[in-house]
């Protein structure tokens, strides 16, 4: 069996969940490659060729891999994809733009966001918003996959795997990339802090949002979240939503505050290890999750909890 | 210009799933059934386009049981133009059901598909994309804004991290997040006027597809549960277990 895995990479170096990938090959088994592919990216393969499990790294480098689109990525995994059994990525929002596109022009099914892999063709996978897990099985010769990143502990370094070039595929020319503009924090990525404060439609504004919960992310080094009800009413952009349109969250702690708990935001953050709940409502479901529970009004507990922590 | 839009009927967003007794599914017994709430918004979307004299014909599409049709009934509830049903008992993977829209593709020769960003069933998130694939499409995947004018696209995407914008020929594949709009309310007029649009129905060996299934489903279980912890009274026993008891500040 020869794994290729696609990393996602900010050219110098692999994102996060890149290494949760890298975990979850190694689970199959066999030889593991990476694939990066990028424009001046040798800090992303040098950083893939020193992780263990990993075999051998491929760089493409061109370009027309600066901006990462779908369609130029699927045109180079296709061309080099013969002698894989197994084809992984990232469930990012890059993963799964890309990896359907590649498993359609290889005519096989793919296996959206495993959280656990049971053998070489058997893999653990959520639906239903995880209020259900699936077990299933691939007949198809190649196992196209992507892979949630919480479910799998990050690759560490000890490697020392070859860098090999290999050749850019034609540009498809269909797609321009004319703007990304990506929200600049101080704080931890939202998917790989190890402390996430979360703020739902409880704190009434995007203002109370920024006033009560900066000042504590600030004094835990925490990342900021927010629900889809806080995402809906304008309190903060898209890109903090945690739930099962948003992103899937699992930090050492998780503090929700003035979040109901609706099924959809479960599905994002019940795999924390701690969860904390801060609200009004007694009977609001988040309670039913969460290790610690404290009921009353967030305007007075926030700034307590920021001097408490202190 | 014609813009085709699948969509999916799946469990209500507001229903609380069952896993059933002997792990082989989940219990779908007098369960309320809905459109996919990301197809929805795409219908939305070619209905504004349509009204805003960018697109001439919405045409609805759903793959899978007779009651589907009650999918394409809202649809042309909120605006599409006519209705086609796919229909099978079988169970319909992504692959089989982007392979049954490229033979629609084929036939109907839209210059746009836009669609769910995923169905919120089965969470798979491949289908728009692997008809771009199969079509050879550009594609825009996660959109929250979505420009037509002189033959492109301009679609913003929403990214880990931010948002991008893209350009893209036409035609192509578009598929929804949910800031894209907010899907107007069928009124009872129109809903009584979808009744009368016309429903094709075609089978997919019509179509010439092959819809076998490539995944096999062995056991559907229920996630460990979580139990509930302790309510704590103040800040200060809040803060007291975190550090000494969770270990986690």
């Known amino acids: 069996m020869t794994i290729l895995v696609i990393a996602e990479h900010d050219q110098n170096s692999l994102k996060a969940a890149t290494l949760n990938t890298i975990t979850a090959a190694s689970k199959i ?12 990216c040798s800090g992303a393969a040098q950083q893939a060729a020193q992780l263990q499990g990993v075999t051998s790294v491929k760089v493409a480098d061109a370009a027309h891999y600066q901006s990462q ?22 469930a990012t929002t890059f993963g799964k733009n890309l990896l359907p596109r590649v498993a359609a022009l290889l005519d096989v099914g793919q296996i959206s966001e495993i959280t656990g892999v049971e053998s070489p063709d058997t893999f653990i996978r959520p639906i239903y918003a995880g209020n259900a897990l699936a077990t299933v099985q691939s007949a198809d010769k190649i196992k196209v996959i992507t892979v949630r990143s919480t479910a ?16 850019a595929a034609a540009d498809t020319a269909q797609s321009t990339l004319t703007h990304r503009e990506l929200t600049k924090s101080e704080r931890p990525e939202l998917g790989a802090a190890k402390i996430i404060v979360s703020g739902g439609r409880g704190l009434g504004s995007g203002e109370n949002y920024h006033k009560l919960l900066e000042p504590l992310a600030d004094k ?33 702690l998780y503090i929700a505050v003035g979040i109901s708990g609706a099924i959809q935001h479960l599905a994002g953050m019940k795999e924390s290890k701690v969860i904390v709940a801060i609200n009004k409502d007694p009977d609001a479901p988040i309670f039913q999750v969460a290790d610690y529970g404290l009921v009353g009004d967030l305007f007075e507990l926030v700034p307590q909890l920021v001097s408490a922590v202190g | 210009m014609k813009i085709l839009v699948p969509v999916k009927r799946v469990v209500d967003y507001n229903v609380k799933v069952r896993v059933k007794a002997d792990g082989s599914g989940i219990d779908l017994a007098n369960v309320k059934m809905s459109m996919n709430p990301f197809d929805e918004i795409a ?25 589907c049709q009650e999918t394409l009934r809202t649809a042309m509830a909120i605006g599409a133009d006519r209705g086609i049903l796919v229909e099978t008992d079988v169970e319909l993977q992504p692959l089989a059901v982007a392979k049954l829209l490229q033979a629609l593709c084929a036939k109907e020769q839209p210059q746009l598909v836009i669609c769910g960003k995923q169905a919120i069933d089965d969470d798979a998130n491949q289908t728009g994309q692997m008809l771009a ?31 991008e914008t893209l350009e893209i020929g036409l035609p192509a594949v ?38 076998t299934p490539r995944l096999t489903t062995l056991k559907v279980s229920e996630p460990a549960k979580r139990s509930a912890g302790i309510r704590v009274a103040d800040v200060a026993e809040l803060v007291n277990k975190l550090k000494n008891e969770a270990k986690v500040i």
């Not at chain 1, 369609?71 to 084809?87: C, D, K, Q, V």
Request: with cysteine; charged share 20%.
């Open chain 1, 220 to 252: 835990l080094g925490a990342a900021l979240g927010a629900s889809r009800a806080a995402v809906d009413a304008g309190f903060v952009p898209n890109d903090y939503q945690v739930g099962q349109t948003g992103k899937i969250v699992a930090p050492q």
């Open chain 2, 133 to 163: 694939a199969l079509q050879n499409w550009p594609q825009a995947t996660f959109a929250s804004k979505v420009v037509i004018a002189n033959g492109k696209a301009t679609v913003t995407r929403e990214i880990d991290g931010g948002l």
């Open chain 1, 29 to 40: 088994g066999g030889d593991l490659h990476v694939l990066v592919a990028g424009t001046a």
């Open chain 2, 43 to 67: 219908i939305e979307e070619a209905v504004r386009l349509k009204e805003a004299g960018i697109a001439s014909e919405v045409i609805a599409v759903s793959c899978g049981v007779t009651a």
């Open chain 1, 152 to 167: 799998f502990e990050p690759a560490i370094t000890g490697g020392n795997a070859p860098i090999e070039a290999i050749a």
């Open chain 1, 69 to 90: 689109t779908a369609e130029n990525l699927t045109a180079l995994i296709i061309a080099h994809a013969a002698g894989y059994t197994h084809i992984l990525a990232p």
């Open chain 2, 174 to 211: 578009v598929s929804t997040d949910l800031r894209l709009n907010e899907p107007r309310y069928a009124t009872l007029p129109n809903i009584m006027k979808a009744k009368k649009k016309p429903l094709e129905t075609v089978k997919p060996a019509d179509l010439g597809v092959d819809v």
